[in-house]
């Protein structure tokens, strides 16, 4: 019942999560935005290890991993903040959808493997084919857009490189201590570029932006982040990754709702299409076991 509790728990935050970046920026706020979030979540996840009596490792493996956690959570979140001014919240959500094959792309360039077989490539062109049919439809109402997918593109890829790289080192950190490293390390980045590239007329935000701010920080980065671990933790692999293919409609549904975004024929169908080119990425082993099954099945019958 807990992991139940905790997997559709994380399925709500990931689903809130870029609308709630878009209601946190304000017109020009987005990057004390970013700031404050990421200053309330390395807060709490500091109250979290002085409660639970954590250390954080220093050899040089565990400070490799920190800087590159660092340097993944800084990239990623500026771009797609920055992002997030120009696009609804519902296609931040699709592309971040995409994760699962940048990252699986990624695993097959630096571990030397190759992954793909016919079904994955299957399942990568078809999602790259939903992405063509709603971004080719829908970016020339505004070249500010192309702008933001792009920003959000490489919010993405760089998230998705972050985490092949940091599990390339292989230490026996944990999820909590990797990204508490990385929070002490982005955290003043994001401090440093917020006071060299934003005027103090933008630091005044309404009551609307710090709610956002203030959910993002203790639900999205502290309590979400807690519950992703524990339900991989207590889940297989494939069921994790359900999410994915999830939090992409009932996000572009939550801004259509609360945030008057469109959902065109163009939108829904390359959606659509985005989705089941990750569930065969994602499900291919048992989609070609599941069909050779019924294969065999029907022509035995005969």
Same mark, same amino acid.
């Given at each position: 019942?807990?992991?139940?509790?905790?997997?559709?728990?994380?399925?709500?935050?990931?689903?809130? $999560?870029?609308?709630?970046?878009?209601?946190?920026?304000?017109?020009? *706020?987005?990057?004390?935005?970013? @700031?404050?979030?990421?200053?309330?979540?390395?807060?709490?996840?500091?109250?979290?290890?002085?409660?639970?009596?954590?250390?954080?490792?220093?050899?040089?493996?565990?400070?490799?991993?920190?800087?590159?956690?660092?340097?993944?959570?800084?990239?990623?979140?500026?771009?797609?903040?920055?992002?997030?001014?120009?696009?609804?919240?519902?296609?931040?959500?699709?592309?971040?959808?995409?994760?699962?094959?940048?990252?699986?792309?990624?695993?097959?360039?630096?571990?030397?493997?190759?992954?793909?077989?016919?079904?994955?490539?299957?399942?990568?062109?078809?999602?790259?084919?939903?992405? *063509?049919?709603?971004?080719?439809?829908?970016?020339?109402?505004?070249?500010?857009?192309?702008?933001?997918?792009?920003?959000?593109?490489?919010? $993405?890829? $760089?998230?998705?490189?972050?985490?092949?790289?940091?599990?390339?080192?292989?230490? @026996?950190?944990?999820?909590?201590?990797?990204?508490?490293?990385?929070?002490?390390?982005?955290?003043?980045?994001?401090?440093? @570029?917020?006071?060299?590239?934003?005027?103090?007329?933008?630091?005044?935000?309404?009551?609307?932006?710090?709610?956002?701010?203030?959910?993002?920080?203790?639900?999205? @980065?502290?309590? *979400?982040?807690?519950?992703?671990?524990?339900?991989?933790?207590?889940?297989?692999?494939?069921?994790?990754?359900?999410?994915?293919?999830?939090?992409?409609? $009932?996000?572009?549904?939550?801004?259509?709702?609360?945030?008057?975004?469109?959902?065109?024929?163009?939108?829904?169908?390359?959606?659509?299409?985005?989705?089941?080119?990750?569930?065969?990425?994602?499900?291919?082993?048992?989609?070609?076991?599941?069909?050779?099954?019924?294969?065999?099945?029907?022509?035995?019958?005969?």
């Amino acid at each position: 019942m807990i992991v139940k509790a905790a997997y559709l728990g994380i399925i709500i935050i990931w689903t809130t $999560t870029p609308l709630a970046i878009q209601w946190s920026s304000g017109e020009s *706020g987005y990057l004390l935005a970013v @700031t404050a979030r990421m200053a309330i979540g390395l807060c709490v996840l500091t109250l979290l290890f002085i409660f639970k009596k954590l250390t954080m490792p220093l050899t040089r493996q565990a400070v490799y991993v920190y800087l590159l956690s660092g340097l993944s959570i800084f990239l990623s979140m500026l771009f797609v903040y920055w992002g997030a001014q120009f696009i609804p919240s519902g296609w931040i959500a699709i592309i971040f959808g995409l994760s699962p094959i940048i990252t699986g792309i990624f695993s097959s360039v630096i571990f030397k493997q190759n992954i793909f077989s016919l079904m994955k490539l299957s399942g990568l062109i078809l999602a790259v084919t939903g992405l *063509g049919i709603i971004f080719g439809n829908n970016i020339s109402i505004s070249n500010s857009a192309l702008w933001g997918v792009t920003a959000v593109f490489i919010s $993405t890829v $760089t998230h998705a490189l972050g985490a092949v790289l940091i599990k390339r080192v292989n230490t @026996t950190l944990s999820g909590m201590q990797a990204t508490q490293g990385g929070l002490i390390i982005a955290v003043p980045l994001f401090g440093m @570029t917020m006071i060299s590239n934003q005027a103090p007329a933008d630091y005044e935000l309404s009551i609307t932006n710090w709610l956002a701010i203030v959910y993002l920080g203790l639900i999205a @980065t502290a309590l *979400g982040f807690s519950l992703y671990y524990f339900v991989l933790k207590n889940l297989d692999a494939m069921k994790v990754s359900m999410i994915t293919l999830i939090t992409p409609v $009932t996000a572009l549904l939550l801004g259509a709702m609360l945030n008057n975004e469109s959902l065109t024929l163009s939108i829904l169908l390359g959606t659509c299409l985005i989705l089941a080119g990750l569930a065969i990425f994602e499900f291919d082993k048992h989609i070609c076991l599941n069909f050779t099954r019924v294969s065999n099945k029907i022509f035995s019958e005969k």
